[in-house]
């Protein structure tokens, strides 16, 4: 079965405080693209970042990194320097290359940043 | 400003009822989805269109009924036979229905059979 688990249901953490949302995910597709989105209380989803899974590098972009380690099927995310406003439901989302294109989402991690 | 419309914010509906949730994208894409939120839960696919005047099943099709007439428009019907149709509604957009492509969501219907 084509699966993400995001283990974390709720993660809270004081502001300026790192964090590192886990996602795990399984795929019979050998290229692949890995997103991740937040949805803050407002509803929209809102994109974030976009990996392949054909480039091992890991990138740095703003107070946001991420961790993708093909072998373990992991896609780890990584906020530095939390702050009130980054407290919002995160999803990650594998999107597939082969058979019915369509995202895989998680079930979420909601985060909750205190000041 | 371009994005993704949907209206109403909030819909209330009797069993029984069919109930047609808009969803508008003045990005010139050519694809657009729909998705079903419960609480708790990530997004499931319910249709998407990768070009105008053609769409497919996603994975809980069922009940559900969609048209795309016209690009930028891609309306969902809730009809009487989606047993359980309480939930949070999601449209979204990409330029092409492409595996790389991110998409671009609107606000959501929330919509409650009462």
């Known amino acids: 079965a084509q699966k993400v688990t995001q283990a974390q249901t709720e993660i809270s953490v004081v502001e300026k405080e790192d964090v590192t949302l886990d996602c795990v995910y399984e795929?019979?597709?050998?290229?692949?693209?890995l997103f991740w989105y937040k949805q803050p209380p407002s509803g929209e989803l809102v994109f974030l970042i976009r990996?392949?899974?054909?480039?091992?590098q890991n990138e740095i972009s703003g107070r946001y990194s991420w961790n993708f380690q093909k072998s373990t099927s992991s896609f780890n995310f990584t906020i530095t320097a939390s702050q009130v406003v980054d407290s919002a439901v995160y999803f990650c989302?594998?999107?597939?290359?082969?058979?019915?294109?369509?995202?895989?989402f998680g079930t979420g991690t909601r985060l909750k940043v205190l000041a | 400003d371009g994005g993704i419309t949907q209206s109403p914010k909030y819909l209330f509906r009797k069993e029984g009822q069919n109930v047609t949730l808009s969803c508008e994208q003045n990005?010139?894409?050519?694809?657009m989805y729909w998705y079903r939120q419960d609480p708790g839960q990530g997004l499931r696919l319910i249709y998407y269109?990768?070009?105008?005047?053609?769409?497919q099943k996603g994975d809980i099709a069922e009940g559900y009924s969609v048209s795309r007439e016209k690009k930028e428009s891609f309306p969902l019907t809730v009809t009487s036979a989606q047993k359980n149709p309480t939930a949070f509604y999601l449209c979204?957009?990409?330029?092409?229905?492409?595996?790389?492509?991110?998409?671009?969501f609107g606000p959501g219907t929330r919509l409650t059979v009462l």
């Open positions: 269109s990768q070009i105008v005047n053609d769409f």
């Open positions: 795929t019979r597709d050998t290229t692949y693209y």
């Open positions: 990996r392949n899974s054909f480039d091992e």
């Open positions: 979204a957009s990409s330029l092409l229905a492409h595996a790389y492509n991110e998409q671009f």
């Open positions: 990005l010139n894409h050519d694809a």
């Open positions: 989302a594998p999107s597939l290359t082969s058979g019915t294109y369509k995202y895989i």
